[in-house]
């Protein structure tokens, strides 16, 4: 490791080319990388490190996709209440706002996250997108009024805004190759448990009108959680190294992935930093540069998700099924069984289908299922029909979802954008997702209530379509490759 260790020193010293590096460079690497692949001078394959190793790491980051499931799915059932006992009951506006300031709020979030995660590392980050959730969760639970439970939700969703990407990359830097699929999956199960936990918080809240406030005050807890576990955890080894932070990212990585691999890791690590300076990373470069190609297809990615229209579904499903004339309460419990379904089928797929088979596959079921939603609104269906349709197709909806378009697009970007840039990159395409999702929050009833169903579902179902031909045409196969890998590959298909 000291040889691994002296090379990466002394080339860093060195003035060297930024973008192409020197023969000396690359055959410091070469020689140190054969080193690595015998370490016993046997020539044999040590095979893949375990990953018993960085699961409690990645699980303690997952209760940001806990907290983030739960504040998209708290106000589903409770929204109601929620009305009549802040005095906004049928003002459809009023309610969009109680949902889509979270979502405004995670916007600001999401524009800072980069600067956050990049200025003091992704444990500190994950700590500090937790202190304004507990601070915007008692607020919203202990408000009088509106104005309380819109900046409530606004500061929640500042939170919101800086864990997903956050926990994006810190899952894709402390992940084996092998299973960093599956582990990005599994931030969306913990998705998933959350919007389904905070249906069944709300259940009450039909016959207990005050119980909305329980279901705030619940979401405090798992975020206490995430802020002191998070000291336990380990960082990023990929930020120690862009810190210069060597000695500490040899560690890391001895205890993420075990001795046998460090020199390994270390070295794909020198051979994709290039000499690069860590704080060199600028938004031209993502929106001119060669790194204009990787944000394009994360931000059209995000938003063909949002224009799908799922986060509709999961903020007024009670809605849609109130209209339907569905029990809510059963119905949305459904839903989030799809969900936690579609999201256990593609952690066991994501390493082995890849990621463009499942983003391909999910969004076809998506639009397949919008059009049978779009055809029992229509004079086609009989009573019967209507009901089998509309919800049969929603829950269809959820499942495609969750299968792909669901966990697959910030996974894929944490692994195609560069290291130097990649925090950078997710907030900026995070930050389109997020104006996206506002949007939809704030106007899907009105929509809803002007358009009508059916030509609803049609527009939600063209941008799945949409989606289909993009993904076929621009997004590459990351399955098995690390992230070193990935990312010189990119560079050179760009020169």
Same mark, same amino acid.
């Given at each position: 490791?000291?040889?691994?260790?002296?090379?990466?020193?002394?080339?860093?010293? +060195?003035?060297?080319?930024?973008?192409?590096?020197?023969?000396?460079?690359?055959?410091?690497?070469?020689?140190?990388?054969?080193?690595?692949?015998?370490?016993?001078?046997?020539?044999?394959?040590?095979?893949?490190?375990?990953?018993?190793?960085?699961?409690?790491?990645?699980?303690?980051?997952?209760?940001?996709?806990?907290? &983030?499931?739960?504040?998209?799915?708290?106000?589903?059932?409770?929204?109601?209440?929620?009305?009549?006992?802040?005095? &906004?009951? @049928?003002?459809?506006?009023?309610?969009?706002?109680?949902?889509?300031?979270?979502?405004?709020? @995670?916007?600001?979030?999401?524009?800072?996250?980069?600067?956050?995660?990049?200025?003091?590392?992704?444990? +500190?980050?994950?700590?500090?997108?937790?202190?304004?959730?507990?601070?915007?969760?008692?607020?919203?639970? /202990?408000?009088?009024?509106?104005?309380?439970?819109?900046?409530?939700?606004?500061?929640?969703?500042?939170?919101?805004?800086?864990?997903?990407?956050?926990?994006?990359?810190?899952?894709?830097?402390?992940?084996? @190759?092998?299973? +960093?699929?599956?582990?990005?999956? /599994?931030?969306?199960?913990?998705?998933?448990?959350?919007?389904?936990?905070?249906?069944?918080?709300?259940? $009450?809240?039909?016959?207990?009108?005050?119980?909305?406030?329980?279901?705030?005050?619940?979401?405090?807890? $798992?975020?206490?959680?995430?802020?002191?576990?998070?000291?336990?955890?380990?960082?990023?080894?990929?930020?120690?190294?862009?810190?210069?932070?060597?000695?500490?990212?040899?560690?890391?990585?001895?205890?993420?992935?075990?001795?046998?691999?460090?020199?390994?890791?270390?070295?794909?690590?020198?051979?994709?930093?290039?000499?690069?300076?860590?704080?060199?990373?600028?938004?031209?470069?993502?929106?001119?540069?060669?790194?204009?190609?990787?944000?394009?297809?994360?931000?059209?990615?995000?938003?063909?998700?949002?224009?799908?229209?799922?986060?509709?579904? &999961?903020?007024?499903?009670?809605?849609? &099924?109130?209209?339907?004339?569905?029990?809510?309460?059963?119905?949305?419990?459904?839903?989030?069984?799809?969900?936690?379904?579609?999201?256990?089928?593609?952690?066991?797929?994501?390493?082995?289908?890849? +990621?463009?088979?499942?983003?391909?596959?999910?969004?076809?079921?998506?639009?397949?299922?919008?059009?049978?939603?779009?055809?029992?609104?229509?004079?086609?269906?009989?009573?019967?029909?209507?009901?089998?349709?509309?919800?049969?197709?929603?829950?269809?909806?959820?499942?495609?979802?969750?299968?792909? @378009?669901?966990?697959?697009?910030?996974?894929?970007?944490?692994?195609?954008?560069?290291?130097?840039?990649?925090?950078?990159?997710?907030?900026?395409?995070?930050?389109?997702?997020?104006?996206?999702?506002?949007?939809?929050?704030?106007?899907?009833?009105?929509?809803?209530?002007?358009?009508?169903?059916?030509?609803?579902?049609?527009?939600?179902?063209?941008?799945?379509?949409?989606?289909?031909?993009?993904?076929?045409?621009?997004?590459?196969?990351?399955?098995?490759?690390?992230?070193?890998?990935?990312?010189?590959?990119?560079?050179?298909?760009?020169?």
């Amino acid at each position: 490791m000291d040889s691994v260790r002296r090379t990466y020193t002394i080339m860093r010293g +060195r003035h060297i080319d930024k973008r192409v590096p020197s023969k000396e460079f690359l055959s410091a690497l070469d020689k140190a990388e054969t080193a690595v692949r015998l370490p016993t001078g046997t020539g044999k394959d040590i095979g893949n490190p375990s990953w018993k190793r960085s699961l409690p790491h990645v699980l303690v980051a997952s209760l940001t996709s806990l907290l &983030f499931g739960y504040h998209l799915g708290v106000v589903n059932e409770t929204l109601e209440s929620i009305s009549i006992d802040l005095g &906004f009951s @049928a003002n459809t506006i009023a309610e969009g706002l109680v949902v889509s300031m979270c979502l405004g709020g @995670a916007f600001i979030g999401s524009l800072f996250s980069g600067l956050v995660a990049d200025g003091v590392g992704r444990r +500190r980050a994950f700590q500090l997108s937790a202190l304004p959730m507990i601070v915007g969760a008692s607020l919203s639970a /202990s408000t009088e009024n509106l104005e309380g439970m819109l900046l409530g939700r606004f500061l929640v969703g500042i939170g919101m805004g800086i864990g997903p990407s956050v926990t994006a990359l810190y899952v894709t830097e402390v992940s084996p @190759a092998y299973v +960093r699929g599956t582990y990005g999956s /599994s931030t969306q199960i913990a998705t998933c448990l959350g919007l389904l936990g905070s249906l069944f918080a709300g259940i $009450p809240a039909k016959e207990n009108l005050g119980w909305w406030r329980i279901c705030f005050w619940i979401s405090t807890v $798992p975020a206490a959680m995430l802020a002191v576990f998070m000291e336990l955890c380990v960082e990023s080894p990929q930020w120690l190294f862009k810190r210069g932070r060597t000695v500490e990212a040899e560690a890391v990585f001895e205890k993420l992935l075990g001795g046998a691999y460090v020199k390994a890791a270390m070295t794909e690590l020198m051979k994709s930093d290039r000499g690069d300076d860590a704080d060199s990373a600028k938004l031209s470069e993502l929106l001119f540069g060669r790194s204009f190609r990787v944000v394009f297809i994360g931000s059209t990615l995000f938003a063909l998700q949002q224009l799908s229209g799922i986060n509709a579904v &999961f903020y007024f499903s009670s809605t849609v &099924f109130k209209k339907a004339g569905v029990p809510s309460a059963s119905a949305n419990i459904c839903v989030g069984v799809c969900n936690l379904l579609g999201s256990t089928v593609a952690v066991v797929l994501m390493d082995k289908l890849g +990621r463009k088979v499942l983003l391909i596959g999910s969004f076809a079921g998506m639009a397949v299922s919008l059009g049978l939603q779009a055809i029992a609104y229509t004079s086609l269906s009989s009573p019967f029909g209507t009901l089998f349709l509309s919800v049969g197709g929603m829950l269809l909806f959820v499942l495609s979802f969750a299968t792909g @378009a669901g966990p697959v697009p910030s996974l894929l970007l944490s692994e195609i954008c560069p290291g130097r840039l990649r925090a950078t990159a997710l907030a900026v395409c995070l930050a389109v997702h997020w104006v996206i999702n506002f949007f939809v929050g704030l106007l899907f009833l009105r929509m809803l209530e002007q358009l009508g169903s059916a030509l609803l579902n049609t527009i939600f179902g063209f941008f799945c379509v949409v989606a289909v031909i993009f993904v076929q045409k621009n997004v590459i196969e990351t399955k098995g490759k690390s992230l070193q890998e990935i990312e010189i590959s990119l560079l050179s298909s760009t020169q």
